[in-house]
């Protein structure tokens, strides 16, 4: 079975920092990557997606994730971040191709970003 | 547009007792599921749906019923709720690509927070 692993569960970090939060995958076939986010007290947005084409992908709000085939990673990128940007990060994977997954993700365990004044 | 929304947004249980959820999208989506998401492990799909009339098991169904007997509700039940169920339950759907490809962005509704006690 495909999993997905986050790597950081908690960040903590100041205005105007760089973020870069770590997204892995273990399926070996062709994937739709996503990363999504929570705001505190509300539902899951999406940020970005990919589904082919160019790896470098950009997303709403100023974020990027990058697609490296080769290391089956998916990391998000913002270079400045803003208080506002304080949320629940998850990266999800759909596995395309096999029947079993068709339509369905698989999502990471979460990464919690806090960002300080 | 409402998009997806979800009814009750809290609930209290008590061991034993049974309940629905209602989740509810004005998207003319063909697909939807029913995810529990709680700390440290992401969101787990419980049971989704492909189809009016069609229903299929996830990651984590024991314990939960769900039915799609409109395209645009599907209802997630615990027959007899066990404190292990505390939980906040997201509803999603999907769409079809031309062709019967779906489009694996899922849209979210806002969560209902679940406590059984």
């Known amino acids: 079975a495909q999993s997905v692993s986050q790597h950081n569960h908690h960040v903590i970090l100041s205005e105007a920092a760089s973020l870069e939060l770590g997204c892995n995958y273990s399926?070996?076939?062709?994937?739709?990557l996503f990363w999504y986010v929570q705001y505190p007290g509300q539902h899951l947005q999406l940020l970005l997606k990919?589904?082919?084409?160019?790896?470098l992908v950009k997303g709403i709000k100023g974020f990027e994730a990058e697609f490296i085939k080769s290391k089956f990673s998916f990391n998000l990128r913002k270079p400045s971040v803003q208080w506002s940007d304080t949320a629940e990060y998850f990266c999800?994977?759909?596995?395309?191709?096999?029947?079993?997954?068709?339509?369905?993700?698989?999502f990471g365990a979460g990464t919690q970003v806090v960002v300080t004044p | 547009n409402a998009g997806v929304t979800q009814t009750p947004k809290f609930r209290v249980l008590k061991t034993g007792q049974s309940m629905t959820l209602l989740c509810a999208q004005d998207?003319?989506?063909?697909?939807m599921y029913w995810y529990r998401q709680d700390p440290g492990m992401g969101l787990r799909l419980i049971h989704y749906?492909?189809?009016?009339?069609?229903?299929a098991k996830g990651e984590v169904p024991d314990g939960y019923n769900v039915s799609r007997l409109k395209k645009q509700n599907f209802l997630l039940g615990l027959e007899s709720a066990a404190p292990s169920q505390t939980s906040v339950y997201f509803c999603?759907?999907?769409?079809?690509?031309?062709?019967?490809?779906?489009?694996?962005?899922?849209?979210f509704g806002p969560g209902t927070r679940l406590t059984v006690l």
């Open positions: 999603a759907s999907s769409y079809l690509l031309a062709g019967g490809f779906p489009y694996n962005e899922q849209f």
């Open positions: 399926y070996g076939g062709t994937v739709n």
């Open positions: 990919y589904f082919s084409g160019d790896p």
């Open positions: 999800a994977v759909n596995a395309r191709g096999t029947t079993d997954s068709w339509g369905k993700l698989q």
């Open positions: 998207m003319n989506h063909e697909y």
């Open positions: 749906s492909v189809g009016e009339g069609t229903t």
